[in-house]
């Protein structure tokens, strides 16, 4: 497999305009009827009115055709708990839903990709971006309360369900990182009609391995007992980044691992504990793998603890829907280690929805072009520069 530095390949499919994209009316789409869940556009959370243990499982329903949504963070309530829903863009443009790793939100994980001037140039002129952050990991999050169970992995990819429900999307996009990538990869899995692609970064597919398994314990139990402290921060900075940026005894950390140890000493300890009980919990979804409707584009750093995961899922994806990116001397979240690197790949995947940067077609992403205006030959793997794993490496994955 040739590495990252020149052309990837890219996948199409249409883009399929139905009612249901958020932005009909005031920069946001009206309430209606039967809609799910509080939202408030200050960012801080509200308690349901009907409490989520009640029988029916029923929250208020709220009219939210008044309320802007450009720009805030919003809490919605939703059948399987609270959850944080930052949204940037124009809302009548297409939906790009995302989910960061373990202890991390939108700010620690997407940032690095969307200060890019050209990534940012890319997604937003073609996207609306939903941010949403796993339960208690948004900024200035409250702890969760103990006597609340903890969710399941399939909770908060019902979640990710109720989210789009509430804000009357239809088929979205996805972009996940490691423990939000196997969340997204989940809820394409359940709800195939309502995904039109899946971008992850070092994604996980399988359960966990004992290695794996091991360290997540560690992490759960000094969490618990001491909170957020320095151990737990350096093996997350492990599980994210490379060594090249993680610094040593003779290279002080990099601005990206400085910034990124900041934000993690302001999370809830016991926030993060309970999202890595229900990661360490999740099940394999390889058999489901082969019955994803979307096309995937997968991106991992050679340096990545989860790079043997992400070649395996590639792997067992269909070859002609799938590409996987290796980048040089990274590690899991690429997102903010070499964005750049993820930008001419997520371009040629773009324009298969007949999505483009701004400077290359002076038309609107709110009429999305035939996806069939790029010419086949310029969507096979071998012309786009970046070549699939081979068929014999799928043959000793299985073996």
Known sequence: MRRWGSKPTAAGASWREKEGVVGETGGGRSGREGRRG????????????????DSGG???????ERISFGGKEHHIQTNHGSVSVAIYGDHDKPALITYPD???????????LLFCPEAASLLLHNFCIYHISPPGHELGAAPILLSTP????????DQVADVLDFFGLDSVMCLGVTAGAYILTL???????RVLGLILVSPLCKAPSWSEWFYNKVMSNLLYYYGMCNVVKDILLQRYFGKGVRGCSNEPESDIVQACRSFLDQRQGMNVWRFIQTINERKDLTENLNQLQCRTLIFVGENS???????????????????????QACGSVVTEEQPHAMLIPMEYFFMGYGLYRPSQINCSPRSPLNPFCVSPELLSPESMGVKLKPIKTRANLKA
Not at 39 to 51: F, L, M, N, W
Not at 102 to 112: D, E, K, P, V, W
Not at 150 to 157: F, G, K, N, Q, R
């Open 187 to 193: 809820f394409a899995t359940k709800y195939r009609e």
């Open 305 to 327: 603890q989860f790079h043997a995961e992400a070649v395996y899922m590639t792997a067992k994806l269909d070859s002609r829907y799938s590409a996987l990116v290796e980048v």
């Open 150 to 157: 903890v969710a399941s992995v399939d909770d908060l990819a």
């Open 58 to 64: 029923s929250v208020m329903s709220v009219d939210v």
């Open 102 to 112: 373990i202890a991390l939100n939108h700010m620690s994980c997407f940032q690095g």
């Open 38 to 53: 509080h939202v408030t556009s200050t960012g801080a959370p509200v308690q349901s009115a009907a409490g989520m243990g």
